[in-house]
């Protein structure tokens, strides 16, 4: 395997350096699912290449019967070499349809960034491994944080990845997709790909690929590759993320997202870990417009203690049970075709996805009852216009 030998031995936050971006595969010929998996789409995140090295040399030593084919892949490599998050841009903000197109006919150049060049290569060989897929395509995207906490699973909220996260005994978070923009799972999502991210723990915590490792197992069995009775340790695997998810709840809400610039000197007050209950009004951080206070009584995420990000941290809020059997039924009868009928909503005459709401007439909707029908992305055009887009559920993978 590409990073095997250079693992033996290697401190947990030490930077990996594979020799190709292929870190390894594992496959059985029969037609089934297809399971893909980043790491180090962050180059300072080198746990996801350990976890993925544990996983496939177990593999590959007990071979277990496996449906089709699981593939890893190694994100910013430059960028992993450096042990930094990304070189020029972050690779995780760059997936953007007018980017990755431009890139794949000739019109951008891959030597325009660094991460232009990262990009190119991993979104070619993701779609050649999709293009051969015999079935589904799954993608596993792992990574860390850099504050300590609780690790976590991350969705586009459709109901084929909440399927694929529901095999996961860990907090999964809906609606992070809403705040961030270029991301590969947002990308990946709308090309037919069922998507998970996997935070793992802190960058620094040698726990972290452990929790990845688990994980990569259930995504096994999630996507349909493996059976249950296949996977090699998995009632561990489950002990060790139920420990690890602690007494958090099983799904939470992305709310508010605090955006940073450089410019505007932004620091985390010491001491907040990845799921700390805040208080509204509480004293989070300070920049050069003063103190920065929690928007809501909730739990804070990914609060920024690296120097590199341009997000400050994230505020979220627990997810009923109910709510999320409400969603699931109004977009199973597909209600959502009818949303245009409300006061101050209309269709989006440049996306058959998007709705464009009147916030001055419609604003009881602009959160919450556009969220249930799956319309989790939601932009303000102007001062008196929001446009929301709606998450398919039907995608499938279709060739060029």
Same mark, same amino acid.
């Given at each position: 395997?590409?990073?095997?030998?250079?693992?033996?031995?290697?401190?947990? *936050?030490?930077?990996?350096?594979?020799?190709?971006? +292929?870190?390894?595969?594992?496959?059985?010929?029969?037609?089934?699912?297809?399971?893909?998996?980043?790491?180090?789409?962050?180059?300072?995140?080198?746990?996801?290449?350990?976890?993925?090295?544990?996983?496939?040399?177990?593999?590959?030593?007990?071979?277990?019967?496996?449906?089709?084919?699981?593939?890893?892949?190694?994100?910013?490599?430059?960028?992993?070499?450096?042990?930094?998050?990304?070189?020029?841009?972050?690779?995780?903000?760059?997936?953007?349809?007018?980017?990755?197109?431009?890139?794949?006919?000739?019109?951008?150049?891959?030597?325009?960034?660094?991460?232009?060049?990262?990009?190119?290569? +991993?979104?070619?060989?993701?779609?050649?491994?999709?293009?051969?897929?015999?079935? !589904?395509?799954?993608?596993?995207?792992?990574?860390?944080?850099?504050?300590?906490?609780?690790?976590?699973?991350?969705?586009?909220?459709?109901?084929?990845? *909440?399927?694929?996260?529901?095999?996961?005994?860990?907090?999964?978070?809906?609606?992070?997709?809403?705040?961030?923009?270029?991301?590969?799972?947002?990308?990946?999502?709308?090309?037919?790909?069922?998507?998970?991210?996997?935070?793992?723990?802190?960058?620094?915590?040698?726990?972290?690929?452990?929790?990845?490792?688990?994980?990569?197992?259930?995504?096994?069995?999630?996507?349909?590759?493996?059976?249950?009775?296949?996977?090699?340790?998995?009632?561990?695997?489950? *002990?060790?993320?139920?420990?690890?998810?602690?007494?958090?709840?099983?799904?939470?809400?992305?709310?508010?997202?605090?955006?940073?610039?450089?410019?505007?000197?932004?620091?985390?007050?010491?001491?907040?870990?990845?799921?700390?209950?805040?208080?509204? !009004?509480?004293?989070?951080?300070?920049?050069?417009?003063?103190?920065?206070?929690?928007?809501?009584?909730?739990?804070?995420?990914?609060?920024?203690?690296?120097?590199?990000?341009?997000?400050?941290?994230?505020?979220?809020?627990?997810?009923?049970?109910?709510?999320?059997?409400?969603?699931?039924?109004?977009?199973?009868?597909?209600?959502?075709?009818?949303?245009?009928?409300?006061?101050?909503?209309?269709?989006?005459?440049?996306?058959?996805? !998007?709705?464009?709401?009147?916030?001055?007439?419609?604003?009881?909707?602009?959160?919450?009852?556009? *969220?249930?029908?799956?319309?989790?992305?939601?932009?303000?055009?102007?001062?008196?216009?929001?446009?929301?887009?709606?998450?398919?559920?039907?995608?499938?993978?279709?060739?060029?």
């Amino acid at each position: 395997m590409a990073v095997a030998a250079v693992l033996d031995g290697m401190p947990a *936050r030490a930077a990996v350096d594979p020799a190709t971006r +292929l870190l390894g595969s594992y496959d059985s010929g029969r037609p089934g699912p297809l399971l893909l998996v980043t790491a180090g789409l962050h180059g300072n995140e080198p746990a996801g290449l350990r976890a993925v090295e544990a996983v496939l040399r177990q593999l590959r030593s007990s071979r277990p019967p496996i449906a089709w084919r699981v593939a890893a892949f190694a994100g910013n490599m430059a960028a992993i070499r450096e042990n930094k998050r990304y070189i020029d841009r972050d690779l995780n903000r760059l997936w953007h349809s007018d980017i990755v197109e431009g890139l794949r006919n000739g019109a951008i150049s891959p030597t325009e960034t660094a991460e232009h060049a990262e990009l190119a290569e +991993l979104v070619d060989l993701l779609f050649a491994e999709a293009d051969n897929a015999t079935g !589904s395509v799954h993608l596993l995207d792992l990574h860390t944080f850099s504050a300590p906490g609780y690790p976590f699973c991350c969705i586009g909220d459709t109901l084929q990845n *909440r399927r694929f996260a529901r095999a996961m005994p860990l907090t999964t978070i809906l609606g992070l997709e809403e705040q961030l923009d270029g991301t590969s799972m947002e990308y990946l999502n709308e090309r037919g790909f069922t998507t998970l991210i996997v935070e793992g723990g802190q960058h620094e915590d040698p726990r972290a690929a452990g929790v990845l490792e688990a994980t990569f197992w259930y995504a096994l069995v999630a996507a349909g590759c493996l059976r249950r009775q296949d996977a090699p340790g998995l009632a561990a695997h489950l *002990r060790h993320l139920r420990d690890a998810r602690g007494g958090l709840p099983y799904v939470l809400e992305v709310r508010y997202r605090h955006a940073i610039r450089p410019v505007d000197g932004f620091a985390m007050r010491p001491g907040y870990t990845n799921f700390q209950p805040i208080k509204k !009004s509480e004293h989070l951080a300070d920049d050069s417009g003063g103190a920065v206070r929690a928007p809501f009584t909730g739990y804070i995420l990914m609060p920024l203690y690296q120097k590199l990000g341009d997000d400050g941290f994230f505020a979220t809020k627990p997810v009923g049970n109910a709510w999320l059997a409400l969603s699931q039924f109004l977009r199973r009868l597909e209600l959502w075709r009818f949303l245009h009928l409300l006061p101050g909503v209309r269709r989006d005459p440049g996306s058959a996805n !998007s709705l464009l709401v009147d916030r001055g007439v419609a604003r009881w909707s602009a959160g919450r009852i556009f *969220r249930l029908f799956g319309y989790r992305k939601i932009r303000a055009l102007d001062d008196h216009t929001l446009r929301v887009t709606r998450r398919r559920n039907d995608l499938r993978w279709e060739r060029d």
